[in-house]
């Protein structure tokens, strides 16, 4: 652990349910928000002056995301962990920024969130092997800085889904989906991103074992489907479409721009070959219930975000965090780096009501409308 988490004292639970209950109100509202370009939030007076700060003096919480091409993060990550830290701590502020893919922009919003008196960073990094400058700036100023969904190996604590099940998950989805023959594109995420890496690596684990083979593979440097619909585009110039057989991709917004390549290409969207994807996208969902996308690994996201806001809460005030989380993850070890890891979820058709409807995380009526309401009704979605 880090000098500046060994430098917090520890408290017992009981010392921590007692703060909690007296410097932090339940159901409070959400703090302003901050722009996507990485503007300070609403101006308090004295944000974040003291790490750990008592009662009635406004403590800053850094949230820094690294891109919006994929939707979860400002869907999903950003209001989930807000919401979490506005429930735990009233005299809390989140100070926001996205980094839009910009390492170098990152790196100057993790410096601002320094100035503005942030005690605590929680930093999803555009590339995480090359952050470790930002953390140190972050600890120098004795900020702990928790790695948020991307490792960070100079970071005080991290969290993040178990990213090489996942692409075990989408590689044996498709080999199981083509019946272990033919022929794929292969789309990876940025080579930036650890996660992407991790991802790769699980699913060539699989492909690489089965009877797969990989017509063409490419590292798409910005996740977009722009990318991803491109390069599929390019495949089908240089490959008939009938020798295409399947196609992983990384994520669901990669998945999205290889059904706009095929179909564009002149395939039938009744005739889609399987394809993966990741993050549990509305589209994507639909694209399942339809058929025309044969899987996405859905990583609970709200486990995630809470589970950082709780952690970021209890290092702001100075204490150190318990064993468990209050959502049930346990603290462990990853590549020696404090951690909580998250278990991802195969989606299927045969499962989309069991998982992603059930945990609330999208309702039959945002999933099942006009085209879609027939498929989800053969589904028992409804």
Not at 256 to 267: D, H, R
């Amino acid at each position: 652990m880090t000098t500046s988490v060994r430098r917090r004292s520890a408290v017992g639970i009981t010392a921590l349910l007692a703060l909690t209950l007296t410097a932090c109100g339940a159901n409070d509202p959400a703090p302003e928000d901050t722009n996507d370009t990485g503007a300070e939030a609403e101006d308090t007076g004295e944000a974040g002056t003291e790490t750990g700060a008592a009662g009635g003096e406004s403590i800053s919480i850094a949230l820094l995301l690294p891109e919006s091409q994929t939707t979860r993060y400002e869907a999903f990550d950003k209001p989930l962990f807000e919401a979490k830290v506005a429930e735990l701590c009233e005299e809390c502020e989140v100070l926001y920024y996205n980094a839009d893919q910009d390492e170098t922009a990152q790196a100057q919003q993790v410096d601002t969130a320094i100035s503005e008196g942030a005690s605590v960073i929680v930093l999803d990094p555009v590339n995480g092997a090359g952050a470790g400058g930002m953390v140190t700036a972050a600890q120098a100023e004795d900020i702990p800085v928790i790695a948020y969904d991307r490792f960070i190996a100079e970071a005080d604590y991290y969290m993040s889904f178990d990213n090489e099940t996942v692409g075990k998950m989408q590689g044996e989805a498709l080999v199981e989906a083509m019946g272990d023959t033919g022929n794929i594109l292969m789309l990876n995420g940025a080579p930036s991103d650890p996660n992407a890496a991790q991802f790769k690596a699980g699913a060539h684990s699989v492909i690489d074992a089965s009877g797969l083979t990989i017509l063409e593979e490419y590292d798409n440097p910005d996740w977009s489907p722009e990318n991803a619909q491109q390069f599929v585009t390019d495949q089908l110039s240089a490959y008939d479409p009938e020798e295409i057989d399947g196609v992983y991709a990384a994520n669901d917004g990669q998945a999205g721009g290889a059904v706009a390549a095929l179909t564009g290409g002149g395939i039938a969207v009744d005739d889609l070959p399987p394809i993966t994807g990741q993050d549990a996208e509305l589209a994507a969902v639909q694209r399942i219930v339809a058929g025309q996308q044969s899987v996405t690994v859905y990583k609970p996201i709200p486990i995630e975000a809470e589970t950082a806001a709780e952690l970021a809460v209890t290092l702001a005030r100075g204490e150190e965090p318990a064993g468990t989380s209050d959502t049930g993850v346990e603290l462990t070890d990853f590549e020696g780096v404090p951690s909580y890891i998250f278990d991802p979820i195969a989606v299927t058709q045969d499962n989309v009501a069991d998982t992603i409807v059930a945990d609330g995380f999208y309702s039959a009526d945002e999933i099942c409308t006009g085209d879609y309401a027939e498929a989800c009704e053969a589904l028992g979605i409804g």
